[in-house]
C-alpha cells in the first residue's frame, strides 16, 4: 500500500508548483520565450487544434511558462482555473466582455478605478450593454438595480483608491439570489490577504503589475475561477490577443514565491503610517481597512487577514495642497503605479481620474485633496518621516 500523498499548503504550492523539468535537470523553471511549438506529424497538429489533445501550438494561445504562473494564482485562490493578460486592464476587459452581450446589463460598484469606469460607462454603452453604477455599501440600492437582463455584477474591494469594503458574502449571495456572474477586483488585496471565490465569486481579477510582480518591473494581469467561465474568458482573449508575454510570465511566476513575505512586512509598514497620520493638524480623515476608525472596520476584519499595502488621506487645502504634498516629498516616488517594493504617493484627482468630471469624481468619493499612499518595503520610520515632513510644508 502506497503513503497517502501529503497536501501543500497553498502557500507552499507559491513556492514550488512549476512545469515539467526538462532533461537538463534545472531547478528554477526556465522561461519558454517562443512565440510558437513544433509537432511531429501532421495527425498530431491537427489533434492540437482539434483539443483532442493538450499540445501547445501557439504561445498567444497557451504557454508553459504562462501556465506555471497561471497554476500558482489558481492554488493561492483556490480556483478551478485561470487566465493570464498582457495587463490588468486586458484582465478587467476580458472579463467582462467576454461575458456580457448586446443587451446585457451590468451592475457596477461607482467606485472602481479610473479605467475600469471608463470601460463599463464609455465603452460598454457602444456594445449595446448597459450599466448601472451602485454605491459600494448602499445594499438596498443594489438590489433595487437588478433588472431582468441583468448578467453580471463587478465590484472592486477595497476599492482605489478610496478603501471602501464590500461585504463578500453578502454580495456572493445576491449573486446567487438573483443568478448572477459575481466578479471581484482582488488587486488590492491579493490572495494573501482576501480570497472572493470562498464568499461565491465566480471570478476573481487581478493587475498582476500590482504586489504580485512588487518590484515595479512588468505589467501582467489574470483572472481567476469558476471553469465554465474562463473557458469563455479564454476563447475571448485567444481570439482577440491579450496574452501575456512569457517573459512577463516568468517573472511573475517568480514574485509568487515572495508574495507571502513581501505582504507581511507591506502591512506591518502601512498600519504604521495610517497610526501616525490620524492625528495629523494637516489631515483631515485617514483611511485604512484595519483602523478602528474605518466605516467599513467590521467587513474589513470578517474577510481580509491583514489590511494591505495602501493608505489614503486626504490633505487638508484641497487640490494645492494635495500637490504641494507630491512636490515636497523627498524619498516616496510619484509615479503611475502601486504595489512596489518602493514607497509610492499619487493624487488620484490631478491623475488616475483627472479624465472624469468634477461631478464624476465627487460621486466616486474622488476628493480634491485625496492623497494615496502605496507603502512599501523602506524602514517605516523613513516612509513616515517623508510624507511628514512634506505634510508640514502643506
Known amino acids: 500500500m502506497s503513503e497517502q500523498q501529503h497536501e501543500l499548503h497553498p502557500l507552499s504550492k507559491a513556492v514550488r508548483v512549476r512545469g515539467d523539468q526538462t532533461w537538463q535537470m534545472e531547478h528554477s523553471s526556465p522561461m519558454y520565450l517562443t512565440s510558437s511549438f513544433t509537432f511531429d506529424s501532421a495527425e ?128 456572493g449571495q445576491l449573486a446567487k439570489k438573483h443568478n448572477l456572474i459575481l466578479n471581484v477586483d482582488n488587486c488590492f488585496a491579493t490572495p494573501l490577504l482576501q480570497q472572493p471565490l470562498q464568499y461565491g465569486a465566480h471570478l476573481s481579477v ?28 479564454y476563447l475571448f482573449c485567444r481570439n482577440t490577443g491579450p496574452s501575456l508575454s512569457p517573459f512577463n510570465a516568468w517573472i511573475l511566476s517568480k514574485s509568487l514565491e515572495t508574495l507571502d513575505v513581501r505582504m507581511q512586512r507591506h502591512c506591518e509598514n502601512a498600519m504604521k503610517v495610517a497610526q501616525a497620520l490620524e ?17 467599513q472596520y467590521d467587513i474589513a476584519i470578517k474577510q481580509m487577514k491583514s489590511g494591505g499595502g495602501i493608505v489614503c488621506f486626504e490633505v487638508k487645502g484641497g487640490v494645492e495642497s494635495g500637490r504641494k504634498f507630491l512636490n515636497s516629498l523627498q524619498m516616496l516616488s510619484m509615479t503611475a503605479n502601486l504595489g512596489d517594493t518602493r514607497s509610492i504617493a499619487s493624487h488620484p484627482s490631478s491623475t488616475t481620474h483627472s479624465k472624469l468630471s468634477e461631478e464624476e469624481r465627487l460621486s466616486v468619493g474622488i476628493t480634491p485633496g485625496l492623497v494615496r499612499i502605496s507603502v512599501g518595503l523602506e524602514f517605516v520610520d523613513d516612509i513616515i518621516y517623508d510624507i511628514t515632513q512634506a505634510l508640514d510644508k502643506c
Open 279 to 295: 492625528n495629523h493638524p494637516k489631515v483631515s480623515w485617514v483611511k485604512y481597512p484595519f483602523l478602528k476608525s474605518h466605516p
Open 206 to 233: 487581478h493587475s498582476a503589475t500590482k504586489w504580485i510582480d512588487g518590484q515595479g518591473r512588468v505589467l501582467g494581469g489574470v483572472v481567476v475561477g469558476d471553469k465554465a467561465l474562463i473557458r469563455e474568458i
Open 44 to 171: 498530431e497538429m491537427r489533434g492540437a487544434f482539434a483539443e483532442e489533445n493538450e499540445e501547445n501550438i501557439y504561445s498567444r494561445f497557451s504557454n508553459p511558462t504562462v501556465d506555471e504562473f497561471v497554476a500558482k494564482m489558481c492554488a493561492l485562490e483556490n480556483a478551478e482555473a485561470g487566465f493570464a493578460t498582457a495587463s490588468g486592464m486586458a484582465a478587467v476587459f476580458g472579463s467582462i466582455f467576454a461575458l456580457l452581450k448586446q443587451g446585457d446589463h451590468l451592475l457596477c460598484c461607482s467606485s472602481v478605478f479610473g479605467s475600469t469606469f471608463t470601460i463599463v460607462t464609455k465603452f460598454l454603452p457602444k456594445y449595446g450593454i448597459e450599466c448601472t453604477l451602485v454605491a459600494a455599501n448602499d445594499k438596498e440600492a443594489w438590489e433595487k438595480a437588478i433588472k431582468p437582463n441583468t448578467k453580471m455584477i463587478y465590484l472592486e474591494t477595497p476599492t482605489n483608491p478610496q478603501l471602501e469594503l464590500i461585504d463578500l458574502e453578502w454580495a
